[in-house]
């Protein structure tokens, strides 16, 4: 019988082996009855340490994040026949109908204490699919080509970060690593804001595509997003409001439910360097031409008198400047008018003298 959880086997954890019986039938409940009546929603205690928001996805997925989001989950990926794998930090593997043959790969470096950073399942669906670790790469049946440029970047010594297929099939795919990136087939409009997201120095976590079309792509300190739904897109920008990164976006093959998680804050969106490599430099493929409309973008937020404003990090950067040179001209107006007042005191002693 195929070892990936099946209806009757409800999940499975590497770390603690099968869940018994009862703890199964208890996820069941709660994943089955409890969670249909409420909409797929992340709830964390208001100081917890992550955050999550679902919608349409299976209840039965939704149950589990509920139980396991404490312990950060570094890869969610969904297969276009609707399984759906589950792998978190402390090493547990939770999965649905997943090719046997990528369960077995998963639990093997797991169990070799292998931190898995991503997996992925090209549209074709089948036994194809491919896995990212701190430690290795591995892929079964994806293009050629995409097989090739990983093994190039892990050769080169380059940290794959997420691969990723969007849903047009073929020799279509996105690779990305921690200071470069491939796109094969993705178009320009993609490529061109990732290209100028490192050229700004900004760490990308991510490069997710909906079913339907369109793409996100996540960073330390925000994202941008172009042709998802506007609940997904109005919860990114929630999320990325309240401060937090997002870690992992995934999207149900075949339809258009989502999935989002965050497990760190957001980072301070860095200063470009001048004198680092252009982004026409360091990243492959060939350029296109900026679109005309611009994207969705997260943005931080800011406080003022109590209520929450929304203001870019160019704008709080803008500010900061002025106000530095505010404090500036207050600091030589002072100066002045102690150097005037100190003159006058001086002649006002002499005549008195």
């Known amino acids: 019988m195929n ?3 099946r209806a009757d086997r409800l999940v499975e954890t590497l770390g603690a082996g099968r869940l018994s019986m009862r703890r199964r039938h208890m996820l069941s409940l709660v994943g089955m009855a409890g969670v249909a009546a409420l909409p797929k929603i992340g709830v964390s205690a208001p100081n ?9 996805i299976p209840d039965e997925l939704h149950a589990l994040m509920g139980r396991v989001a404490h312990q950060g ?3 969610l ?3 276009p026949s609707g399984g ?4 978190t930090q402390d090493g547990d593997l939770f999965s649905r109908d997943i090719p046997q043959e990528c369960e077995q790969k998963l639990r093997q470096w797991l169990g070799l204490g292998y931190r898995i950073n991503c997996v992925a399942f090209p549209p074709a669906g089948g036994n194809s699919w491919a896995i990212v670790a701190d430690r290795d790469i591995y892929a079964r049946n994806i293009p050629d080509e995409c097989w090739q440029r990983m093994r190039s970047f892990w050769d080169a010594g380059k940290t794959m970060v997420h691969l990723s297929f969007p849903p047009s099939g073929g020799n279509s795919w996105f690779i990305l690593t921690d200071s470069d990136f491939y796109s094969r087939n993705c178009g320009s409009e993609l490529y061109e804001q990732v290209k100028r997201y490192l050229s700004e120095g900004r760490k990308l976590l991510q490069v997710a595509f909906p079913w339907h079309g369109g793409w996100v792509v996540t960073a330390a300190d925000g994202f941008v997003a172009s042709g998802v739904t506007s609940d ?5 920008r929630e999320l990325t409001g309240k401060g937090w990164q997002l870690n992992n976006v995934a999207f149900v093959a075949g339809g258009d439910g989502w999935s989002l998680y965050c497990r760190a804050r957001l980072a301070p969106r860095p200063t470009p360097d001048p004198m680092s490599p252009s982004t026409e430099d360091r ?3 060939k350029a296109a031409a900026v679109p005309k409309e611009q994207p969705s973008e997260g943005t931080l937020p800011t406080v003022d008198a109590g209520k929450e404003s929304w203001m870019s990090p160019e704008g ?5 400047t002025l106000l530095g040179a505010v404090a500036a001209l207050v600091g030589t107006v002072g100066s002045i008018w102690l150097a005037r007042r100190s003159r006058r005191r001086g002649e006002s002693q002499a005549a008195d003298s």
Request: glycine share 2%.
């Open 3 to 5: 070892d990936s959880v």
């Open 48 to 56: 917890a340490p992550f955050d999550f928001f679902n919608r349409r």
């Open 73 to 75: 989950i570094t890869t």
């Open 77 to 79: 990926a969904f297969t």
């Open 84 to 87: 759906w794998v589950l792998v």
């Open 232 to 236: 997904c897109d109005e919860k990114m």
């Open 283 to 285: 990243a492959s493929g």
């Open 316 to 320: 709080l950067t803008a500010a900061a």
